[in-house]
């Protein structure tokens, strides 16, 4: 299911704590190839033009991976 949230504190607050987080974040070593999916995954995508906040990405540090593009981007 996509479930869109206003905000990071909305989101952080619908957690229970055994969700599997993958931020979805550009300049990563790992890739979303890295992944072994699972029901009930969560995939975060933060804003394109400032990325996701520097807290998230602190909290779920261990679970951020890029999507690789072929050739030059941007």
């Known amino acids: ?10 989101w952080q607050q619908s957690l ?9 974040e550009t300049g990563s ?3 979303i190839f890295d992944i072994q999916f699972q029901p009930g995954d ?3 995508f933060g804003r394109e033009t400032t990325g996701i906040p ?3 990405l602190h ?3 261990a679970s951020v991976y890029t999507i690789p593009f072929p050739g030059k981007v941007r």
């Open 1 to 10: 299911d996509l479930v869109y949230h206003k905000n990071k504190e909305l």
């Open 16 to 24: 229970s704590g055994t969700e599997r987080i993958h931020l979805i």
């Open 29 to 31: 070593e790992k890739t």
């Open 42 to 44: 969560h995939l975060v």
């Open 54 to 56: 520097k807290d998230v």
């Open 59 to 61: 909290k779920f540090s």
